[in-house]
Nanobody
């Protein structure tokens, strides 16, 4: 199994930037992919960005060109650099890991984009 701990959320003005981090512990060698999902109030949880341990990435259309996902395999950590933030990016961001085909989630970190 794997445990995920997120950090880096907060309040930012439109056009600003934030960087989220997610550290994996436990049996992290069996992780196939990690990434980020977000959930706005009253909405479902949607994929934001995913990166496999080999480096392949996938982004939601709404964040392409603004967000960048990266990983440090030595530290078992995934990062999400968020630039040009918009109010519609507001939500709880959850770290995700695919561990032997099973989904694991972090506790979530709040990102609020507001003036």
């Amino acid at each position: 199994q794997v445990q995920l701990v997120e950090s880096g959320g907060g309040l930012v003005q439109p056009g600003g930037s934030l960087r989220l981090s997610c550290a994996a512990s436990g049996s992290s060698r069996s992780i196939y992919a990690m990434g980020w999902y977000r959930q706005a109030p009253g909405k479902q949880r949607d994929m934001v960005a995913i990166i496999t341990m080999s480096g392949s990435t996938n982004y939601a259309n709404s964040v392409k060109g603004r967000f960048t996902i990266s990983r440090d395999n030595a530290k078992n950590t995934v990062y999400l650099q968020m630039n040009s933030l918009k109010p519609e990016d507001t939500g709880v961001y959850y770290c995700y890991a695919d561990w032997r085909g099973a989904a694991y989630w972090g506790q979530g970190t709040q990102v609020t984009v507001s003036s």
